[in-house]
Every structure is written in structure tokens, then in C-alpha cells.
């Protein structure tokens, strides 16, 4: 009997005629990011009374600035490098550029004009040019890319030896969670605050003060300094609980598991730190370290010391626990007031439209974590594919 020379499993890597999965889910992600970030804050919508492509017509802004065209450039080339290697294999070269240029300027286009709804949003003929630049320098880069990312680089291979075949859209999910750092939070790791939001949207709305928060509350209740930092305790503990999990879902059991949980709080704490810093002063770049943050992050990593090395059908039930007890108490009590405070010292400024889209990352992560460990099982664990030897048998 002879060894097996090579194992195959035809879903770890793109098929022919179908681009990758990871890039696939990734461009619908950044392309929902995009429409946030366009359209940010999504408050008095009217109609000006113009044609909606007049600023097509109109001579470039008087008022602009380098890094305004920066950003504009560097914010659209993920989209075009993602358009690339999500047609790739079937699109590639100069027809995938081309084709990822005209859904750049569509794209953006589409953008530009909905603004004119938006008392807050000023459409521009400079911010869709330089949009569409991007687009296409990142359809470029992506071109050249693409041999090298989805068939032959290092990180591909990881990604074939760590994680299950139909880890793919579970893995662009996961990688959004550090990036759900940047956004300014009451409380450490508490994602998911949308009470409040609605409690504004509805006070608008019927033109009378709703607070939905303090209706969960029994009568003129006040929390205690001990009580926010408990809460916050349980908020941070679960929040990251949860999260780590959710990747512990999609790895195999050969993978570096402590590694990767090590690795992925690392990166999202190193984020969380230099958003503190830019967003606010140098000086604050560690206000997000509180006692509460503090016990909850130190219970959190007591819970998965072990729960990281746990069958994937129990990890995927506790996430769901433990992300909607999260959920439950950051929906239920105020925001901190010691946050309130820090939030003075924020000024928004040419960072408007990326903390929109941090934001809507900020809000909507765990409720997009749950749908997706929600799903039918067999579409998280899967049992992996038994090693066969290629050739006749």
C-alpha cells in the first residue's frame, strides 16, 4: 500500500470560475462601510430643489485640502483590490481593472448623488474623481495581487493548515471585531449600544423625550459608582468572551489556538489605544483602562484559558451566551457619565466619515456575530475532510 501523496480539498481554495470567498464577503463588507461612511449621520433628508448631478457640472471646490484627497484615494483602494480578487479567477487582468474602474465610478457616483439629500453632506465632482482613483489603483494593485494572495502566497497556506474551508466569510466577520475598537465606547468591548440611538431616533421622530433605556429601569433608579464599574466588568468579560470564540469556531484543531486568541486581543487593544490617542489626546490614549475594563478583561481570559481548547459546538453556543448577555446589560443601564465627560474633548473634524463607518461597526458586530454562529451548524462544524490520496485508487 502506498502513502498518500498530496490531500485534496477542493473547497480551501477558490474554484475555477468563482473568486475567493473571503474576498467576496470582504467586498460586501467594505462596500456597506462605504455607504455608511458616505451618508453619515443619515439625519434631514430633503430635497434642494437641484438636479442631481449638478455638481458634475460645477467647477472644483474652492475649499479643500491634501489630506481630503488622501483620504479619498486610500479609502477606495481596498474596494478596487477586493473587486479584483473577488472575479478572479474568471476576470483577471486589464478586463478585471477595467471592470472594477466603472464600478468604482459607479460606486462613488451613486454616492455623490444620494448626498444631495443630506443637509450635512455636500456631493462633489473632486471627491468622485479622486474616489475613482483609488478604485482603480487598488483594481491595479489587486491584478498583480491576485496570483500570489489566492494561489500561491504564505498566508493562503496558513489559512488552508489553521482554519476549516468554510471559515470564509466567518473570518472577514472576525476581522472586523479590532476594527469595532476605533469607535469611542461607554465601556470597554461594549459593542451592540443601540438602545440609546433608537431612544434619539424616536424622541425625533415624535417630537417628544423617549428614553427606552430608562424605561428597563424601575422608577428614578441610580446606579452607583461600584454598580457601573460591575456592569462594566460583566460588559467587558462577555464582550471579548464571546468574540474570541466566535474565531474559535472557524479554527481546526491542530491550530495555534492560544496563539491566535493572544494575537487577536493584542490587535484589537494596540487599536483601541491609538484611536484613544488620535481621536482625543496623547494623553488619553489609555482611558479606556478602568477598573471595571480591567476585571473584566482578567475574568475574560480566566474564561478562555480553557474554553479556547473546548468542542466547537460548546464555543458556539457560548458565544451566543455570553454576546447576548453583553448585549442585555450595555442595552440596560446609562451611559457612563465619567465617558460623557471624555467625549468633550472629541472633535471629529476631517474624521467624519470614518467614524461613521466605525460606528456602524461598533453598533452592528455583535448582532451580525450572532447571525452568523446562528446559522445551521452544519455550516459552522462541518467535519473536516479525511486526508485521500490524489490518482487512481
Not at 444631495?116 to 487598488?138: E, I, M
Not at 472577514?172 to 465606547?185: E, F, H, N, S, T
Not at 460583566?234 to 494575537?263: D, E, K, N, Q
Amino acid at each position: 500500500m502506498t502513502e498518500p501523496q498530496a490531500v485534496v480539498d477542493l473547497r480551501e481554495r477558490p474554484r475555477e470560475g468563482r473568486g475567493s470567498p473571503i474576498s467576496r464577503a470582504a467586498l460586501l463588507a467594505y462596500l456597506l462601510l462605504i455607504v455608511y461612511a458616505s451618508w453619515y449621520p443619515f439625519t434631514g433628508w430633503r430635497d434642494n430643489g437641484l438636479p442631481l448631478f449638478t455638481f458634475l457640472n460645477t467647477n472644483w471646490p474652492r475649499y479643500w485640502t491634501g489630506f481630503d484627497v488622501g483620504v479619498n484615494i486610500v479609502g477606495y483602494i481596498p474596494f478596487g483590490v477586493l473587486l479584483v480578487l473577488s472575479m478572479y479567477p474568471k476576470v483577471r487582468g486589464v478586463w478585471a481593472v477595467l471592470l472594477a474602474a466603472i464600478a468604482g465610478v459607479l460606486v462613488t457616483g451613486a454616492m455623490e448623488t444620494v448626498q444631495n439629500f443630506l443637509p450635512s453632506r455636500v456631493p462633489s465632482n473632486l471627491d468622485l474623481v479622486t474616489n475613482a482613483g483609488g478604485t482603480l489603483a487598488g483594481a491595479i494593485l489587486g491584478a498583480l495581487w491576485a496570483p500570489g494572495l489566492l494561489d500561491r502566497s504564505r498566508l493562503f497556506q496558513l489559512r488552508r493548515r489553521w482554519f476549516a474551508p468554510h471559515a470564509s466569510q466567518g473570518l472577514v466577520l472576525v476581522a472586523l471585531w479590532p476594527l469595532a475598537q476605533i469607535y469611542p465606547q461607554s465601556y470597554l468591548f461594549g459593542h451592540g449600544q443601540v438602545l440609546p440611538i433608537v431612544s434619539e431616533w424616536l424622541s425625533q421622530w415624535l417630537d417628544m423625550d423617549i428614553d427606552l433605556v430608562g424605561m428597563l429601569r424601575p422608577g428614578d433608579y441610580t446606579m452607583t459608582v461600584e454598580q457601573y464599574w460591575l456592569s462594566e466588568t460583566i460588559i467587558t468579560a462577555c464582550g471579548m468572551t464571546g468574540a474570541v470564540l466566535t474565531l474559535m469556531c472557524l479554527v481546526r484543531r491542530g491550530a495555534p489556538r492560544f496563539l491566535l486568541m493572544v494575537s487577536f486581543l493584542a490587535m484589537a487593544l494596540l487599536l483601541k489605544t491609538l484611536a484613544s490617542s488620535l481621536l482625543f489626546r496623547p494623553d488619553y490614549a489609555f482611558v479606556w483602562v478602568t477598573p471595571g475594563a480591567e476585571g473584566g478583561f482578567i475574568i475574560g481570559l480566566i474564561m478562555l484559558a480553557g474554553l479556547v481548547f473546548a468542542p466547537q459546538v460548546a464555543q458556539r453556543r457560548l458565544a451566543v451566551v455570553t454576546l447576548v448577555l453583553s448585549l442585555v446589560v450595555v442595552n440596560t443601564i446609562p451611559v457612563n457619565p465619567y465617558f460623557v465627560s471624555t467625549l468633550q474633548g472629541w472633535v471629529q473634524g476631517k474624521f467624519l466619515n470614518f467614524n461613521g463607518a466605525a460606528q456602524f461597526l461598533s453598533l452592528l458586530w455583535p448582532f451580525f456575530a450572532l447571525w452568523f454562529l446562528l446559522l445551521p451548524s452544519h455550516k459552522l462544524n462541518r467535519p473536516e475532510p479525511r486526508p485521500q490520496a490524489e490518482g487512481p485508487a
